[in-house]
């Protein structure tokens, strides 16, 4: 893996992004002075999945659905605006992203 992209004060958050290039996924280590980020699972563990085709975003948000999956609200609201999120029962959590990922 390599860093991809990183940024300061979105939000709040900064984050270091690494991943490889031309795959649609990373994997984003972030931190806030806004509370204590704790030991893993949190909140802000985060898989990212970019998935830019509508149809197949929304398959994806259904298929997770289906097999019982509840979407809940991300804990940074910018994962809200164009993607779900979802919590496994362990407290791990994925985002479906609909949108490309470019750094």
Do not use: C
């Not at 893996?1 to 004060?9: E, G, I, N, P, Y």
């Not at 030991?39 to 149809?55: G, I, M, Q, R, S």
């Amino acid at each position: 893996m390599t860093v991809l992209d990183s940024f300061q004060d979105h939000d709040g958050f900064d984050a270091i992004i690494m991943g490889r290039e031309n795959v649609p996924y990373h994997f984003a280590f972030t931190r806030t002075d806004k509370h204590q980020a704790g030991k893993a699972p949190t909140k802000e563990n985060l898989l990212v999945f970019y998935l830019p085709d509508h149809a197949e975003w929304e398959n994806a948000v259904e298929r997770m659905k289906a097999t019982g999956f509840v979407p809940v609200s991300a804990f940074n609201p910018y994962w809200d605006k164009k993607g779900v999120t979802f919590e496994d029962p362990d407290g791990y959590r994925i985002v479906l992203q609909q949108t490309d990922w470019a750094p």
